[in-house]
């Protein structure tokens, strides 16, 4: 974990501290003319009242008018300010933090969400609301009370104690709400992800009829996140009530203190009225941050979560720029655990693959194919071991330089929010004859083109308007976008009809002319009718490994018996076979 990464959250906050010291400078003058009113009383009641100057009234009147004029300006300023801090934050963080979330997402499938933007959203909002004026103005309660000490020193006795006891439901209120916050917030984080991963699988909920099954799993998380949060809102609203009753009170009662002290001949009617006004802008910011307190719980619990989201995933570094890949591929004693896997699906595989040659991976389910073809990308890094490209850790490559040489088909095609041409150029400069180039190469160019808009029809994430093989075969086209030097298919034949087959083998044929080094993961014998070599994974470790014809034929020595020449017999009962066959 690099010290770059433990602060790069911290250091856009730091980059944001000019403003907020504009803001601290225009809270200083603020506050200070926040004292007008105060001055205003005291001269009209002991200098107008007692003189009976309209003069002096009109003067005091209007120099009172001006400097609360300024204050209003200066106030609107300030907010300002903060609201374009808020969006430089947002500025500074938002690209960093969209690679966050998406080196999360490879690391911990399971995590992956788009939480980490409404914890920048609250964390934004918060600093351009007005929550943090509290911040900036409480400095300002020890003035405050040291004027009130200067008209009478039980003025400031009574208004400290008043603060503190204010103060004191503030801290009360953040010990007896923290915990439900906390807890509520993450109770709504998961309800928010079930319902998305309930969104995404629709089709299956409507034609089973689960809906009500599922949905009332995710109404007990949200249920359970409503009830924490309206038990930590009772307690913060009903210290936020008595805070606020408690002020009222004591600038009331305050009043009463002075009309004694005024008998007493101790201070001025002014003094009275003025100690009045400021008892009640020192203790503002303190009520102010007991009624912001839930917002500035939840900013404090999105700062947390962005700051450890962060330090997670440490910035990548630029490398030094390597000459464009030619397709040799060398697996060396690799061994990889899924993330969130507690045991390898990958033990100590090693093999070497010429540039241009065709690999068919075979084995039985959770064999570690897909996680092979995962590693061969450097999707998934390993524990031990490497996997070179031209000799080079795939580790050591830039992925934005490596990505244009590499062509890759999942079993899970997802398509992007965009036109047919952007997802086939993978939303780079359109090159309209690669675009086509590909969608040929991959057979689907006759089916774009009886689309209603052709090339330019905009398909959704889901691709709504489109078949599973139709999505599958604009997938293909994406992987053979370009001239990558390495391709990886896995299942490419899943949801193809016997039209889509005939194209896949033809791309499968134009990709051997090419050069390009191929990886098909299939149990088609139709499919790997051309590929030059055969690798058979059983339990994450590689089972057989050769020419075709001669896996092929170790494969079926077991099964009549006979042993191939030159080559040792391996039984199915010792492991050593091929889990699961090949189909016809």
């Known amino acids: 974990m690099s010290p770059q990464s ?43 009242i007692t003189s009976g100057s309209k003069e002096t009234l009109l003067m005091l009147t ?52 788009g939480q980490p933007l409404d914890d920048l959203k609250t964390v934004r909002q918060f600093i351009a609301g007005n929550g943090l004026f509290a911040f900036f103005d409480a400095p300002w309660v020890p003035i405050y009370l040291a004027i009130l000490f200067v008209f009478n020193v039980w003025f400031g006795i009574f208004a400290t104690g008043a603060g503190l006891l204010l103060l004191g439901l503030a801290i009360i209120n953040e010990k007896s709400a923290r915990r ?83 008998l007493e001949a101790s201070i001025t009617p002014g003094m009275m009225i003025a100690a009045s006004i400021l008892m009640g802008r020192a203790l503002a910011p303190i009520d102010q941050m007991i009624g912001s307190w839930k917002s500035f719980v939840g900013c404090r619990d999105a700062y947390c979560r962005l700051d450890a989201l962060f330090r997670d995933a440490p910035t990548e570094t630029r490398r030094l720029s390597l000459p464009a890949p030619k397709g040799e591929v060398a697996v060396e004693a690799l061994t990889l655990t899924p993330p969130g896997g507690a045991k390898p699906s990958l033990h100590n595989i090693g093999f070497r693959v010429a540039p241009g040659e065709h690999v068919g991976i075979i084995g039985p389910s959770a064999a570690g194919k897909t996680t092979l073809a995962r590693a061969l990308l450097g999707i998934w890094l390993p524990e031990s071991g490497a996997v070179r490209l031209d000799g080079a850790d795939l580790r050591h490559w ?56 052709g090339y330019e029809t905009r398909i959704g994430a889901a691709s709504g308007a ?33 039209a889509g087959e005939r194209a896949l083998a033809e791309a499968m044929r134009q990709l051997k002319k090419m050069g390009t080094t191929l990886f098909v993961i ?53 492991g050593e076979g091929l889990p699961g066959g090949v189909a016809t």
Not at 402 to 420: A, K
């Open 6 to 48: 433990q602060s790069d959250f911290r250091h856009a906050l730091r980059l944001c501290r000019p403003a907020l010291r504009w803001v601290a400078g225009f809270s200083l003058f603020i506050n200070l003319l926040m004292l007008t009113p105060a001055l205003y009383m005291l001269q009209v009641y002991d200098r107008v």
């Open 62 to 113: 209007l120099v009172a008018i001006f400097l609360l004029a300024v204050m209003v300006g200066l106030e609107w300023v300030r907010s300002r300010l903060l609201v374009r801090a808020g969006n430089h934050l947002d500025t500074l963080v938002s690209g960093r933090l969209y690679r966050a979330m998406f080196a999360r997402g490879l690391a911990s499938p399971d995590e992956g969400s």
């Open 180 to 262: 439900l916050l906390a807890e509520a917030g993450h109770e709504h984080i998961q309800a928010q992800a079930q319902a998305g991963s309930n969104l995404r699988n629709a089709e299956v909920l409507h034609a089973m009829g689960m809906l009500s099954s599922i949905m009332r799993r995710w109404e007990e998380r949200h249920v359970a996140a409503l009830v924490k949060q309206s038990r930590a809102s009772d307690r913060s609203s009903g210290l936020s009530h008595l805070s606020k009753g408690l002020r009222i009170l004591a600038q009331s009662l305050i009043l009463g203190l002075g009309a004694l002290l005024v």
């Open 398 to 453: 830039n992925r934005d330089e490596l990505g244009p040489h590499v062509g890759y088909l999942p079993q899970d095609i997802e398509l992007f929010d965009g036109t047919i041409s952007e997802n086939i150029a993978r939303f780079g400069e359109i090159d309209d004859a690669q675009v086509i180039a590909a969608a040929k190469k991959a057979g689907v160019h006759e089916m774009i083109l009886r689309l209603p808009e």
């Open 466 to 498: 489109l078949s599973r093989g139709q999505r599958q075969r604009i997938g293909l086209a994406r992987a053979l976008y370009g001239k990558p030097v390495l391709v990886v298919l896995d299942e490419p034949n899943a949801n193809l009809d016997d």
């Open 522 to 574: 299939s149990h088609r014998r139709s499919v790997l009718a051309d590929v030059d070599r055969l690798l058979v994974l059983g339990d994450g470790k590689l089972r057989l490994w050769g020419t075709r014809d001669d896996v092929l034929a170790r494969i079926a020595a077991p099964r009549r018996g006979q042993a191939v020449p030159g080559r040792p017999l391996r039984h199915r009962a010792s």
